[in-house]
């Protein structure tokens, strides 16, 4: 059973899935911290992992894993972990680390809801603003949202491909339902698995400038043993990572970080339409309230309402001008969340002055289809 | 022609371009980075397998003057960023420079767990008894009685003595030593860098311009003279037996020295297992 990529059809969980993508991507490291419902995607890195020539390690709390998911980066393995909203909290600090030092990593969180504890074995939404905002000072980062079992592990796959080509963590926002869902998935011959590795520097070590972008933004990444001897900080650092309290240094750094992503958001932006074209009721959902979604859209069709899905692939960079474009063409927007509205302000600020009903649910329940197809209706009346 | 500048010893180690450093006229820091340096000379130690690691602090700003693969994580986790790199790369020597408060306060938890597992890792921590970044704060080794900015009367909270907790928490091996025990700690350090497992030196390094001043510790060759008058090298002696009372005495020595299984090297073990099983 020692296969990097378990080709074939199997029958099994979001977390799985999302393990077995990681896997499939090349990912060598993995630590973290229990929780549910994110401890099953450990348990499974603990069992494959070393089958695959990776090392699984268990934290002692969640500000270690994540600052060790930083180092495994720069040691040169890619590296992964996976949480639930009160160790995503805990994460925000190296994620900021991992956002200073350009350090390629992937960051599950299996979401659940509400302020603190909550309901630990309920799913969720919650930390759909906090993925985006949730360190401080100014940075972008490229969030993904599957919505099936099938696409978690694509999106796993993106996603540590995402973070690789930008230098950057990149998160998959998997809801507490899908995470513990079972449902049929195909995994492809590993040949038939784009895989993305990072850039690395043509200079010499004599040459080589850390942090010195090329064309793209992106400066080559060197790890740490190739014999570069380079120096990499939090503190704000010019191209050769060298610390600097100057004006000139953090405007060019702080600006770059974020650039880096403003300027591809067309290549990194991805969503799925159906019905979209020629619709006047648009529904936005992302995750498992999208799959209710697509069946009240096909029932108001079905009743002659020009309803039509827009669901979210990558929740950040958010589509603003997508939306912006289609906001002419709309009567009424309906936003699904299974949490007390966040998104929602996004979509609101897209789609202005198009009205937005929003649609919340919290704990554990989805939407139903029905709930759906009434808010549609009400809004074609 | 003769060559008009000679050039340091230890330059090839260094980064001479960040020269000058920040720290202090006076502060016992610059003595440790210059032991840690002359160790890895002497040892002629490969510095393509060399990371160093810290955390943030003025100690913490060690990392910055060595020429290896070098980083500068945030405040507290070095030791777990340092992990990360040993467990991903075990090839690689890991060395963790910090400050007392940067390990023990805010990183304490990941200083245990790490001695706990055994992971090779050598962990130096300049213990100059507060916060001297932030402008000299109370911190976990702060004695009885000293003054800081936040303990204005006088500290009212039990100190950690450090070395004592890394020999409890399972490290293989652990000394204390001060920055005017320079031959010994440089002796000390190439002992941690050979060391397979999870090694500690507790270095007791002024911090004249802080807790120094707050306390009329005088300046820092005052505090120099006071600490080769208080310290008393006992080898051997385990380190909960190993006084650290700043103006009465400070025992000195190596005091740890165990050979235990090393975690990076059963992980590595039962990968090569799995891979061919
Ligand atoms: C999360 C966080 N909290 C607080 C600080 C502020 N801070 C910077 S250094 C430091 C204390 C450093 O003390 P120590 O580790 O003993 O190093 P020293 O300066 O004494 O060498 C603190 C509290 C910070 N950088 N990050
Ligand atoms: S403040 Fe204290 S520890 Fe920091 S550089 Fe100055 S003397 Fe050294
Ligand atoms: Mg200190």
Same mark, same amino acid.
Request: glycine share 10%; net charge negative; proline share 5%.
């Given at each position: 059973?020692?296969?990097?990529?378990?080709?074939?059809?199997?029958?099994?969980?979001?977390?799985?899935?999302?393990?077995?993508?990681?896997?499939?991507?090349?990912?060598?490291?993995?630590?973290?911290?229990?929780?549910?419902?994110?401890?099953?995607?450990?348990?499974?890195?603990?069992?494959?992992?070393?089958?695959?020539?990776?090392?699984?390690?268990?934290?002692?709390?969640?500000?270690?894993?994540?600052?060790?998911?930083?180092?495994?980066?720069?040691?040169?393995?890619?590296?992964?972990?996976?949480?639930?909203?009160?160790?995503?909290?805990?994460?925000?600090?190296?994620?900021?680390?991992? =956002?200073?030092?350009?350090?390629?990593?992937?960051?599950?969180?299996?979401?659940?809801?509400?302020?603190?504890? %909550?309901?630990?074995?309920?799913?969720?939404?919650?930390?759909?603003?906090?993925?985006?905002?949730?360190?401080?000072?100014?940075?972008? =980062? =490229?969030?993904?949202?599957?919505?099936?079992?099938?696409?978690?592990?694509?999106?796993?796959?993106?996603?540590?491909?995402?973070?690789? @080509?930008?230098?950057?963590?990149?998160?998959?926002?998997?809801?507490?339902?899908? %995470?513990?869902?079972?449902?049929?998935?195909?995994?492809?011959?590993?040949?038939?698995?784009?895989?993305?590795?990072?850039?690395?520097?043509?200079?010499?070590?004599?040459?080589?400038?850390?942090?010195?972008?090329?064309?793209?933004?992106?400066?080559?990444?060197?790890?740490?043993?190739?014999?570069?001897?380079?120096?990499?900080?939090?503190?704000?650092?010019?191209?050769?990572?060298?610390?600097?309290?100057? $004006?000139?240094?953090?405007?060019?750094?702080?600006?770059?970080?974020?650039?880096?992503?403003?300027?591809?958001?067309?290549?990194? $932006?991805?969503?799925?339409?159906?019905?979209?074209?020629?619709?006047? =009721?648009?529904?936005?959902?992302?995750?498992?309230?999208? @799959?209710?979604?697509?069946?009240?859209?096909?029932?108001? @069709?079905?009743?002659?309402?020009?309803?039509?899905?827009?669901?979210?692939?990558?929740?950040?960079?958010?589509?603003?001008?997508?939306?912006?474009?289609?906001?002419?063409?709309?009567?009424?927007?309906?936003?699904?969340?299974?949490?007390?509205?966040?998104?929602?302000?996004?979509?609101?600020?897209?789609?202005?002055?198009?009205?937005?009903?929003?649609?919340?649910?919290?704990?554990?329940?989805?939407?139903?289809?029905?709930?759906?197809?009434?808010?549609?209706?009400?809004?074609?009346? | 022609?003769?060559?008009?500048?000679?050039?340091?010893?230890?330059?090839?180690?260094?980064?001479?371009?960040?020269?000058?450093?920040?720290?202090?006229?006076?502060?016992?820091?610059?003595?440790?980075?210059?032991?840690?340096?002359?160790?890895?000379?002497?040892? *002629?130690?490969?510095?393509?397998?060399?990371?160093?690691?810290?955390?943030?602090?003025?100690?913490?700003?060690?990392?910055?003057?060595?020429?290896?693969?070098?980083?500068?994580?945030?405040?507290?986790?070095?030791?777990?960023?340092?992990?990360?790199?040993?467990?991903?790369?075990?090839?690689?020597?890991?060395?963790?420079?910090?400050?007392?408060?940067?390990?023990?306060?805010?990183?304490?938890?990941?200083?245990?767990?790490?001695?706990?597992?055994?992971?090779?890792?050598?962990?130096?921590?300049?213990?100059?008894?507060?916060?001297?970044?932030?402008?000299?704060?109370?911190?976990?080794?702060?004695?009885?009685?000293?003054?800081?900015?936040?303990?204005?009367?006088?500290?009212?909270?039990?100190?950690?003595?450090?070395?004592?907790?890394?020999?409890?928490?399972?490290?293989?091996?652990?000394?204390?030593?001060?920055?005017?025990?320079?031959?010994?700690?440089?002796?000390? +350090?190439?002992?941690? +860098?050979?060391?397979?497992?999870?090694?500690?030196?507790?270095?007791?390094?002024?911090?004249?311009?802080?807790?120094?001043?707050?306390?009329?510790?005088?300046?820092?060759?005052?505090?120099?003279?006071?600490?080769? *008058?208080?310290?008393?090298?006992?080898?051997? +002696?385990?380190?909960?037996?190993?006084?650290?009372?700043?103006?009465?005495?400070?025992?000195?020595?190596?005091?740890?020295?165990?050979?235990?299984?090393?975690?990076?090297?059963?992980?590595?073990?039962?990968?090569?297992?799995?891979?061919?099983?």
């Amino acid at each position: 059973m020692s296969r990097k990529v378990l080709t074939g059809s199997y029958f099994v969980h979001g977390d799985w899935a999302c393990a077995e993508g990681a896997l499939a991507a090349g990912c060598k490291f993995y630590a973290a911290y229990p929780i549910t419902p994110a401890s099953e995607i450990a348990e499974r890195m603990a069992v494959r992992l070393p089958q695959v020539g990776g090392a699984f390690i268990q934290f002692e709390d969640e500000l270690g894993a994540m600052a060790a998911v930083v180092g495994a980066s720069y040691a040169g393995k890619k590296a992964m972990t996976a949480t639930s909203g009160p160790g995503f909290s805990l994460m925000q600090e190296n994620i900021g680390l991992a =956002i200073m030092t350009e350090a390629p990593c992937v960051v599950v969180d299996v979401m659940r809801g509400a302020p603190s504890t %909550g309901q630990p074995t309920k799913a969720g939404q919650g930390e759909m603003m906090q993925v985006r905002w949730g360190s401080h000072g100014d940075y972008e =980062i =490229i969030s993904l949202v599957p919505s099936s079992v099938q696409e978690t592990f694509d999106l796993t796959v993106e996603a540590f491909n995402r973070s690789e @080509r930008y230098r950057i963590p990149t998160f998959v926002m998997v809801d507490g339902i899908l %995470g513990h869902m079972y449902e049929r998935i195909e995994i492809p011959e590993p040949e038939e698995i784009d895989i993305v590795n990072r850039k690395k520097p043509t200079q010499t070590p004599e040459e080589y400038l850390p942090f010195k972008a090329d064309e793209d933004l992106i400066p080559p990444m060197a790890n740490f043993g190739d014999g570069y001897h380079f120096y990499s900080t939090g503190l704000t650092h010019d191209e050769r990572g060298y610390p600097d309290m100057s $004006i000139e240094v953090q405007d060019k750094l702080i600006r770059r970080l974020s650039d880096k992503i403003r300027r591809n958001e067309e290549k990194i $932006i991805r969503i799925e339409e159906v019905d979209v074209e020629d619709a006047e =009721i648009l529904v936005v959902a992302y995750g498992i309230p999208s @799959r209710s979604a697509l069946k009240a859209v096909e029932q108001a @069709r079905a009743e002659g309402i020009r309803a039509g899905l827009l669901r979210l692939i990558t929740a950040w960079p958010f589509p603003t001008r997508i939306l912006e474009d289609l906001s002419s063409q709309l009567d009424a927007v309906i936003m699904l969340e299974m949490n007390y509205g966040q998104l929602v302000r996004e979509v609101e600020r897209a789609v202005k002055p198009t009205p937005v009903t929003f649609l919340p649910k919290l704990g554990e329940e989805p939407h139903k289809p029905d709930e759906i197809l009434t808010a549609i209706r009400r809004c074609s009346g | 022609m003769t060559r008009a500048i000679e050039e340091h010893p230890l330059t090839g180690y260094l980064r001479i371009d960040r020269v000058p450093h920040i720290w202090c006229e006076g502060c016992g820091l610059g003595i440790l980075l210059n032991s840690f340096v002359q160790a890895l000379k002497d040892l *002629e130690f490969d510095m393509d397998k060399l990371v160093v690691v810290s955390g943030i602090g003025c100690t913490g700003r060690a990392s910055g003057y060595i020429k290896s693969d070098a980083y500068h994580t945030t405040h507290g986790r070095a030791i777990a960023f340092a992990t990360g790199v040993k467990v991903a790369n075990p090839d690689l020597k890991v060395v963790v420079i910090s400050g007392d408060g940067d390990l023990f306060a805010i990183g304490g938890n990941h200083f245990i767990h790490a001695a706990r597992r055994n992971i090779d890792m050598l962990v130096i921590c300049a213990n100059n008894f507060n916060y001297g970044m932030t402008g000299g704060q109370l911190g976990p080794t702060t004695p009885i009685g000293s003054r800081t900015q936040t303990s204005p009367y006088g500290n009212i909270e039990q100190p950690f003595n450090l070395s004592a907790l890394a020999a409890c928490s399972g490290a293989v091996y652990v000394s204390r030593w001060t920055t005017l025990h320079v031959r010994r700690l440089t002796e000390s +350090i190439k002992k941690g +860098i050979h060391k397979k497992g999870f090694s500690f030196i507790e270095v007791i390094a002024p911090c004249s311009t802080v807790y120094g001043r707050y306390n009329r510790l005088g300046d820092g060759l005052d505090m120099m003279n006071d600490l080769k *008058e208080i310290s008393v090298i006992k080898h051997g +002696i385990y380190p909960t037996e190993a006084t650290i009372e700043p103006g009465k005495e400070i025992v000195v020595g190596d005091f740890v020295d165990i050979e235990k299984p090393e975690y990076s090297d059963m992980v590595q073990a039962f990968i090569k297992e799995q891979m061919e099983g």
